[in-house]
Structure formats: C-alpha cells, structure tokens
Nanobody, 116 residues
Framework: QVQFVESGGGTVPPGGSLKLSCSLPRSVGTIFGMAWYRRTSENQRRDLVA????????YYQDPVLGRFTISRDDDEKTVTLQMKDLKSEDTAVYYCHASTTDSVFWGRGIQVTVSS
C-alpha cells in the first residue's frame, strides 16, 4: 500500500512558524493536484486549506491567505506547507493529499498545536 512519508508539525506559540512536508514514492505516476486539508477537534470534517496544480497555480482559503505557502517538488513527489504567524485557530490535524490519473492519496495526519 502506497503511503505518504510525513514530517513536521508540533507545538508552537502564537505567532510561530512550522513547515509540513509529505512525500510519495518515486514509483507513483504523474501527480496532478496536490493539497493540504485540516481537521479541528470541533469539526470532524476535513476542510481544504490550500491547493497547488501541476503548473504551480495555487489557491488558499481565506483564513490562511498571506500566512501559509504551499509548494511542490515533482521530482521528489513532495508537497510542502510553510506556515507562519500561526494562530490558536490553526490548531488541527493536517492532511496532505495528491491525485494521479487513477489514484488518490491521503496522509495519515500531522498534529499542529498553537498554544502559549
């Protein structure tokens, strides 16, 4: 079973920064869309945070616009989320996502806690 290798996360005070990364095996075929979602303790659904397409075009939800940056490395099959100026409401489990022509991949989740 193909899975992401995830890294990053942890606990930071408000205003801090964190970087999340997810990598797929190089044997995975061409990846089209990549994205990050998050799930808070109050809301059990996964909410979209940011997306990036193969051309590098990005989209961000309003709460993270200007603070988060999504990027990808297609050679390394990696998607990254750089987060700055973190707020308590950013506390959540973050999930990476990628899609190919015939498969969809989800990360297992990375805990991010913003607390003083």
């Amino acid at each position: 079973q193909v899975q992401f290798v995830e890294s990053g996360g942890g606990t930071v005070p408000p205003g801090g920064s964190l970087k999340l990364s997810c990598s797929l095996p190089r044997s995975v075929g061409t990846i089209f869309g990549m994205a990050w979602y998050r799930r808070t303790s109050e809301n059990q659904r996964r909410d979209l945070v940011a997306t990036i397409n193969r051309e590098g075009g990005t989209y961000y939800q309003d709460p993270v616009l200007g603070r988060f940056t999504i990027s990808r490395d297609d050679d390394e099959k990696t998607v990254t989320l750089q987060m700055k100026d973190l707020k308590s409401e950013d506390t959540a489990v973050y999930y990476c996502h990628a899609s190919t022509t015939d498969s969809v991949f989800w990360g297992r989740g990375i805990q991010v806690t913003v607390s003083s």
